[in-house]
């Protein structure tokens, strides 16, 4: 218990840091979703929701006007992620979470080439390549999630092909379990 506790309080720590220092948009979005993913690998699903949702309004202490504009964004996909990620964990997360990380920005990229919604987002990098490598750090920390998740329980059955849970119904050596034989003082009191 106190591991997972001290790796979420890092994780967190780690988002925040993210969110704080001084660097483009994109680079503080993809540092607070890979803790957001690592957390969740290290200490669960509420670490998770605390780095994805917590961290981000912590870099508005910079005063950065980017930040602010791209924070709606930012916390949207990030909330859906980890949604997508608790919902469709195990092989249906791979897909689900990445994609549900970059839907707000690919709405907001097609409606701000529409004259009604025209405005001009501080990417800082080209629109698809935000989407891009959130797609990558998304993929990768599922990746890394499920191979954790593996190795987790690889390493708490002794045996490869050992059941997690014992069969009550079967004997230790593997074979059926037979009834146990009455005692012959119980057959006398009958």
Not at 22 to 27: G, L, N, R, S, Y
Not at 45 to 63: E, S, T
Not at 163 to 189: F, K, N, T, V
Request: charged residues 15%; positive net charge.
């Amino acid at each position: 218990m106190p591991q997972r506790l001290f790796a979420g309080v890092f994780f967190v720590l780690a988002a925040i840091v993210c969110a704080v220092a001084p660097m483009p948009a994109v680079f503080r979005s993809l540092g607070i979703v890979l803790s957001a993913y690592l957390g969740f690998s290290a200490a669960g699903m509420p670490v998770a929701y605390l780095c994805a949702l917590l961290a981000p309004p912590f870099g508005l202490i910079g005063g950065d006007p980017d930040w602010l504009v791209m924070l709606p964004i930012v916390l949207s996909g990030n909330l859906l992620a980890m949604l997508g990620l608790e919902f469709g964990w195990r092989y249906g997360a791979l897909v689900l979470s990445p994609v549900l990380l970059v839907a707000p920005a690919v709405v907001s990229w097609q409606l701000s080439k529409k004259p009604l919604f025209e405005v001009s987002l501080p990417w800082h990098v080209s629109e698809g390549a935000w989407i891009a490598l959130h797609l990558l750090v998304a993929a990768l920390g599922v990746l890394v999630s499920l191979f954790l998740d593996r190795r987790r329980e690889a390493r708490a059955a002794p045996d490869g092909d050992a059941p997690r849970i014992a069969d009550p119904r079967r004997d230790p050596q593997g074979g059926p379990r037979q009834p146990a034989e009455r005692p012959r003082s119980a057959e006398r009191l009958r």
